[in-house]
């Protein structure tokens, strides 16, 4: 775990509890959804690997990384899941409130988790530039979404091992 360019996709595959009977919730943004829905779709695949079931995967979208906490707030609020995956793409040099976003959106995720105890997980890239992103959504340094669903998976794990 402590490489510095650890490509997005790599992880000790048995390392993973199973996920048969966790129940997940996925909000997606849609602003540069080239991006999202590939983290998405990276995320879903993953999840399914380890077990979730489709009926068990609960997807829906918001318009852009800033509405990505209330959006899993709606989810975590009407108790249905044991997870909420956020997923989003704020690109540095194509935003001018590039930090304004961020900081919203990760303040936002992690208070919403120590708030409700639900695990919100942080799939949001942040790249200085568009193939940085691609990069990182299923290009050469491998799926954030991947990396997303895997920490879902682990701590729903450690949530009901605890
Ligand atoms: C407005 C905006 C801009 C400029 N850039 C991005 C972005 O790179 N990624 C993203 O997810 N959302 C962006 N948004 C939209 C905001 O997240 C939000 O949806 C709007 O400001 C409305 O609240």
């Not at 050469?140 to 605890?162: C, F, P, Q, S």
Request: glycine share 10%; proline share 3%.
């Amino acid at each position: 775990m402590s490489e510095k360019k650890k490509n997005l996709s790599d992880y000790d595959i048995h390392a993973v509890p199973d996920a048969s009977t966790m129940k997940f919730g996925i909000v997606v943004s849609e602003w540069n959804d080239e991006i999202t829905f590939a983290l998405c779709r990276g995320a879903i695949d993953t999840l399914m690997k380890h077990g979730a079931k489709d009926e068990n995967i609960q997807l829906h979208y918001v318009p852009g990384s800033f509405e990505l906490p209330l959006g899993a707030r709606f989810l975590t609020n009407a108790g249905e899941v044991d997870a909420v995956i956020c997923i989003g793409c704020v690109i540095q040099g194509e935003t001018r409130h590039f930090d304004f976003i961020c900081n919203a959106v990760a303040d936002g995720i992690t208070n919403l988790g120590l708030q409700t105890n639900v695990p919100v997980i942080f799939g949001v890239l942040t790249p200085n530039t568009w193939e940085q992103a691609k990069d990182r959504a299923g290009g050469k340094h491998g799926n954030k979404g991947d990396e997303a669903a895997i920490t879902a998976i682990k701590m729903v794990n450690l949530k009901r091992k605890i």
